[in-house]
């Protein structure tokens, strides 16, 4: 099992909708969630980190489940800017006590007008 | 404030042939990553420094070699390069290298080894 894993989409959504995504992870040891943004062909940049009772960012909502180990981000009224990849980022421990942060392959999004 | 600098964005290698991608920090940070992007893998550790005058293998090392100059600098030098290291690399640098912090990345380099 791929330690993060996303759906890779694509996710062509009509301009005003919501939408939503969902990543699973596979280290229940794992304690930092984040979601990042990263532009066709440019770096990825922090979106919002994912806290264990939730956040909300403006439009941008995270929900952590330990439980089920996922974590999901919707976009409330979702805006022609908001076309990218959405990452889904977990650490992960390797190397005597190390953690990485592990990334998924993302999930690209298309806003349609 | 640039952030994250690398040169150069772009590079053709032969095989076999070498070089040094080069990486600046002005946000004085301690830490910074190198990574490696490649279609349906996600981004990869190849290596980390923690701090000046430190550096650890990340998840993928081989035929990599890295050099923390100072504290703003960090490079990622190919040996010997080979076409399955075709691919974007990327670094990054945090405050520190506990994993809650922000990584800020560069805008990566473009590297096809043919």
């Known amino acids: 099992r791929k330690e993060v894993e996303q759906d890779p989409g694509p996710f062509n959504v009509p301009e005003g909708a919501t939408v939503a995504f969902n990543c699973t992870y596979s280290?229940?040891?794992?304690?930092?969630f984040f979601w990042y943004r990263q532009d066709c062909r440019k770096e990825p940049k922090l979106l919002m980190s994912?806290?264990?009772s939730g956040n909300e960012d403006g439009r941008f909502t995270a929900q952590l489940n330990r439980a089920s180990q996922y974590i999901s981000l919707l976009i409330r009224d979702s805006k022609l800017s908001d076309s990218a990849t959405y990452l889904c980022?977990?650490?992960?421990?390797?190397?005597?006590?190390?953690?990485?942060?592990?990334f998924g392959t993302g999930t690209r999004l298309t806003i349609i007008p | 404030n640039a952030g994250v600098t690398q040169t150069p964005k772009f590079q053709v290698l032969k095989t076999g042939q070498s070089m040094t991608l080069q990486c600046a920090q002005d946000?004085?940070?301690?830490?910074m990553y190198w990574y490696r992007q490649d279609p349906g893998m996600g981004l990869r550790l190849i290596y980390y420094?923690?701090?000046?005058?430190?550096?650890d293998k990340g998840e993928v090392p081989n035929g990599y070699n890295v050099s923390r100059l100072n504290k703003r600098e960090f490079s990622l030098r190919l040996e010997s390069a080979a076409p399955s290291q075709t691919s974007v690399y990327f670094c990054?640098?945090?405050?520190?290298?506990?994993?809650?912090?922000?990584?800020?990345f560069g805008p990566g380099t473009r590297l096809t080894v043919l």
């Open positions: 990054a640098s945090s405050e520190a290298v506990i994993d809650t912090d922000t990584q800020y």
């Open positions: 280290n229940s040891a794992s304690q930092s």
């Open positions: 994912v806290y264990s």
């Open positions: 980022v977990v650490n992960y421990p390797f190397n005597f006590g190390n953690e990485k942060l592990t």
């Open positions: 946000m004085n940070h301690n830490s």
């Open positions: 420094s923690a701090s000046e005058g430190t550096t």
